[in-house]
Every structure is written in C-alpha cells, then in structure tokens.
C-alpha cells in the first residue's frame, strides 16, 4: 500500500497553485496534489483531500450519492429542558441576553 493518496477532489488539478505545478520545460502540468494520511484506519477526509475545497467540491459533485448511503426521512430530535432566557448587566449600562438550553438526559432514548 502506497504512503499516500491522490486527494479525490474532481478539480484539484485545476487550481493554479505553484505546488501543483509539475513537468518539464515546455510541458508543465497542474497535477492532482497527493495527500499524506494520518489517521489509521483513514477515517478522516483530510486523510483523502487536500483542502476543505477539494472536500467541498467532491461534496458538490456527489451529494445525492453521498446521502443516498444515509438517507434522512425523518427529522431527529433531542429532548431538552424548557430553554431559560437569562438577562446580564454590563459594567457600563447595557444589557446582553442569552438563552441556557440544556439536554434533558432523563428523556435520551
Ligand atoms: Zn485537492
């Protein structure tokens, strides 16, 4: 097995970087950029892309393949406990407000 793997994005070897160049004089080339694993098993997409756009632009191409592995025909939900709306004072006059939600463990499934 090779240390390395050709990162999947379908126009990484569009992008005009320098790194990607490659070639000789007169017969340069942008090159698909290779892409060092690190994590074993290769669970991790930067073990197979490059950058978050090659990553993007996989997704953009494949998304139906992509979610038909995992479909979504219901909507999920996490019980929690009535939110609470909470009020701060600054030290200079203004307020601020932010609202605690928490998980209501009681009801996991
Ligand atoms: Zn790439």
């Known amino acids: 097995m090779s240390d390395f793997n050709w990162c999947h994005g379908p126009k990484c070897h569009t992008y005009h970087t320098v790194d990607r160049v490659r070639g000789v004089k007169g017969s340069k080339v942008l090159r698909t950029r290779k892409v060092k694993p690190y ?7 930067y073990d197979y892309f490059c950058s978050n756009g090659c990553y993007n632009d996989f997704a953009h191409k494949h998304i139906r393949d992509i ?6 025909t219901e909507c999920l939900e996490t019980p929690i406990h009535n939110p609470i709306k ?19 463990e009681t009801r996991q499934s």
């Not at 979610?67 to 979504?72: C, D, E, K, Q, T």
């Open 86 to 104: 909470e009020v701060h004072n600054t030290d200079w006059g203004s307020t601020w407000t932010n609202t605690k939600i928490e998980v209501d």
């Open 39 to 45: 994590s074993q098993p290769y669970t991790n997409f």
């Open 67 to 72: 979610v038909a592995i995992a479909p979504r």
